[in-house]
């Protein structure tokens, strides 16, 4: 409750005046609007919204990254657990592979932050007269930010996928090492069983099964993640961007293009 009552605090008092100073238009809108001399006259619906609906919104928003916290603080303990990771696990990640699909359960806090960046820059486009461009730098550094900021904690395992990898190639390795030269003798050296034939036998499919696990450890990741959740991720993250293209080209326009490429 001390941490959410601080939360709180910050929520109302912090916020309103970074939102006072960085983030309030320059020219009048549903909510009030703004005097020569800069400040801000507000209606009826603008009391609302500047102290009941922002606030709240901006309590649970910080809430959410006081949570995050936890979880950052939550993963970082479970790391230093010495953990019976395999190197030969399909998911490629020794075993750890479940952690990254955690990436998802933030989706939906993901997808709020960007509603709320693609609606502050459409206030600009609409409001002011700018154009999509002058935000790019905003976007991608947002972007990029949402995405490390969850996918952050999962590097704690690095260090353990990265051992686990060594000491899998090298006892797998060991492995092939023995099973190949036994192989070579048996049936390169002249220690061919003479009722044995090499069409049929399950050695060659053994070696082929050895083969296959060994490229298995070898493609193991270091991370929880792979490239497909990060792609995902990003798409779910720049969803609500995309409407703001709509700012530059007309639907029709749009429309007209996808069907000459299409056809």
């Given at each position: 409750m001390a941490i959410e009552f601080l939360v709180l605090l910050v929520a109302f008092i912090?916020?309103?005046?970074?939102?006072?100073?960085?983030?309030?238009?320059?020219?009048?809108?549903?909510?009030?609007?703004?005097?020569a001399d800069g400040t801000v006259n507000l209606n009826l619906a603008g009391y609302w919204y500047v102290f009941i609906s922002l606030p709240l919104f901006r309590f649970l928003f910080l809430r959410w990254y006081f949570r995050l916290l936890i979880w950052y603080r939550f993963l970082w303990l479970v790391s230093k657990i010495p953990l019976r990771l395999n190197a030969l696990h399909p998911d490629?990640?020794?075993?750890?592979?479940?952690?990254?699909?955690?990436?998802?359960?933030?989706?939906?806090?993901?997808?709020?932050?960007?509603?709320?960046?693609?609606?502050?820059?459409?206030?600009?486009i609409w409001h002011e007269g700018a154009v999509l461009p002058a935000f790019k730098l905003e976007i991608v550094a947002i972007v990029v930010f949402l995405l490390l900021l969850v996918l952050l904690p999962q590097t704690f395992f690095t260090a353990q996928l990265a051992r686990?990898?060594?000491?899998?190639?090298?006892?797998?390795?060991?492995?092939?090492?023995?099973?190949?030269?036994?192989?070579?003798?048996?049936?390169?050296?002249?220690?061919?069983?003479?009722?044995?034939?090499l069409v049929g036998s399950s050695d060659i499919q053994s070696l082929a099964d050895l083969a296959n696990s060994f490229e298995v450890v070898r493609q193991m990741d270091a991370l929880p993640f792979n490239k497909n959740t990060v792609l995902r991720l990003a798409m779910v993250i720049v969803l609500p961007l995309l409407p703001l293209a709509l700012t530059m080209v007309?639907?029709?326009?749009?429309?007209?293009?996808a069907i000459k490429i299409l056809i």
């Open positions: 912090g916020g309103h005046w970074l939102w006072k100073d960085q983030m309030t238009l320059r020219v009048a809108t549903w909510w009030g609007e703004r005097a490629r990640a020794g075993g750890l592979g479940f952690l990254g699909n955690s990436v998802f359960a933030f989706a939906p806090e993901l997808l709020a932050q960007t509603i709320l960046l693609s609606a502050f820059i459409m206030s600009r686990a990898r060594r000491a899998g190639s090298r006892e797998y390795g060991a492995l092939g090492s023995r099973y190949v030269e036994g192989f070579r003798q048996k049936w390169l050296g002249g220690a061919t069983p003479e009722n044995e034939p007309p639907l029709d326009e749009m429309i007209d293009r």
